[in-house]
């Protein structure tokens, strides 16, 4: 009989800030019943949530069943930056551009269809630009290195046709508040979304139309007849076919052993500031920056109705087990303070409210986990860093598959070659965490 059983569940460090700081929300159901579907998906991510939408969109007569491990917004889709980038984003790049001009014209492309099925749920979730703003980001310098990056990127936009602004210190400070920064560059495209209210409305938008089950872990899942049953600790679903959407976990029910890399970034978010504190830190209500150097510290300032706030991302592991430790998460946190204090050291008595860390999953060629894996088992898997776009994207693309046979953006990722070997424990280990520490080490005050 072919069976898998999953090796291990997620395992979460640290509360999802972002979803920490908006009202509680009521918990969908477990799974607690058996039940039939057409169609299972597994994880309830920007992939899972972006393929049931879009197979409710192309055959509204299929009966869908979507089950979380977690509850929604908890997982890693409720605990990133919030960056939904439509432009080349090479994390082990210099300076983020991609593979060459054609290849990166395609990339965008496909980012901005994301954007575009993202803009729809926004429309019809009515989400107001406290959860979802298009309005682009920096890409900030804080060293010559980057103000040389940043020159490099604009060159490459260039090329591209696409727009972009450049700012000088002075401008950044006015911008921010910080007077950290050398640099930036402002391109227009990206969307910054407020990732759990995103999720949240997304799944109780969802959860209208199709079985939504949060709590729900799948452990295991079985050939039975010409279809599948999909095993959870309290019930089960027959269905005709699966869509594994649990992004670095499609290796824990054994599938792409030793290829996916499981990567940990850590966050903090800080308490509301107070309206003294706004004043000394002077600049927009809210703004959005990348680093010039890949490696750098990603900043965000937020104000709604959550409060005014600033986020700091930096820090990064590799871990095969795809969970991290509280110990890491601290360690991470006296970096991020450190950070801050660089930043904004006219803001000496900001605390931070909420840390956390994440879990993501990258490929060493960049290649991602898509298409069909077994009879009726498919996957839409490893977002190599960009998971809100490219996890819609391939959401869309894994739907698109089943219901029509296939697509463009199915294509797209069906192209790509596998994702290779890495190398045997410990040296895996050993070779990612060196190099990420190389690489952060060299990224500086970036
Ligand atoms: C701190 C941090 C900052 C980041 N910043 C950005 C950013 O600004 N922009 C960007 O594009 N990306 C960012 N990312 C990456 C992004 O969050 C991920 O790439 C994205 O969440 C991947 O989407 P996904 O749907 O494929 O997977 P996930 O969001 O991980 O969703 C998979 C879901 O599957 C569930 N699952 C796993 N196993 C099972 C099981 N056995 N049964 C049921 N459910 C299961 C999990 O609980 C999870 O909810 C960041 C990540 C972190 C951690």
């Not at 682009?136 to 490099?152: C, I, L, Q, W």
């Not at 089943?402 to 890495?422: C, E, N, V, W, Y």
Request: charged content about 20%.
């Amino acid at each position: 009989m072919t069976a898998f059983t999953a090796k291990r569940l997620p395992r979460q460090t640290g509360p999802a800030g972002w979803n920490a700081i908006l009202p509680p929300q009521p918990t969908l159901p477990r799974l607690e019943q058996n039940t039939t579907a057409d169609i299972t998906i597994v994880g309830g991510g920007f992939a899972g949530l972006s393929a049931a939408r879009r197979l409710q969109q192309l055959d509204s007569t299929l009966k869908v069943v979507l089950l979380e491990a977690g509850r929604f917004a908890e997982g890693s889709a409720g605990r990133n930056s919030g960056f939904m980038i439509d432009l080349p984003h090479d994390l082990a790049s210099d300076n983020y551009a991609g593979d060459g001009l054609e290849a990166d014209r395609a990339t965008i492309a496909l980012n901005r269809r994301a954007i575009a099925f993202a803009t729809d749920v926004a429309h019809d979730c009515d989400l107001t630009d406290e959860t979802f703003d298009p309005c682009g980001k920096f890409n900030a310098a804080a060293t010559r290195a980057g103000d040389r990056h940043n020159r490099e990127f604009a060159q490459h936009l260039e090329q591209l046709g696409e727009p972009y602004t450049l700012y000088d210190r002075q401008q950044m400070q006015e911008i921010t508040g910080s007077p950290h920064y050398t640099s930036g560059l402002y391109a227009p495209g990206t969307v910054m979304i407020q990732p759990a209210g995103y999720v949240r409305a997304l799944s109780s938008h969802l959860a209208e139309k199709i079985d939504l089950f949060e709590n729900s872990p799948v452990t295991a899942f079985e050939k039975q007849g010409s279809g599948w049953l999909v095993k959870t600790r309290d019930a089960q679903a027959s269905t005709g076919r699966i869509i594994l959407a649990n992004n670095g976990h499609l290796e824990s029910f054994g599938f792409f052993e030793h290829r996916l890399m499981h990567i940990c970034l850590y966050a903090s978010m800080t308490e509301p500031l107070t309206p003294e504190q706004i004043k000394t830190l002077g600049g927009l209500p809210r703004w959005s920056v990348t680093p010039a150097d890949p490696m750098g510290t990603s900043v965000r300032r937020i104000s709604g109705s959550y409060g005014d706030r600033l986020l700091i991302r930096t820090c990064s592991s590799f871990h095969p087990t795809i969970e991290t430790s509280p110990m890491r998460l601290r360690n991470a946190g006296w970096v991020h303070d450190r950070k801050f204090r660089e930043r904004f050291p006219h803001l000496p008595d900001v605390r931070m409210e909420h840390r956390w860390a994440g879990m993501l999953c990258l490929s060493r060629n960049g290649s991602t986990a898509f298409g069909e894996l077994e009879n009726g088992v498919f996957s839409a898997c490893c977002q190599n860093g960009l998971g809100i776009a490219r996890g819609t994207l391939q959401g869309m693309g894994v739907a698109e598959l089943l219901t029509k046979g296939g697509s463009d953006i199915a294509d797209h990722f069906l192209a790509q070659p596998m994702p290779p070997r890495l190398p045997p424990e410990p040296f895996a280990s050993l070779g990612a965490n060196s190099y990420l520490i190389w690489k952060e080490w060299r990224s500086g005050k970036e």
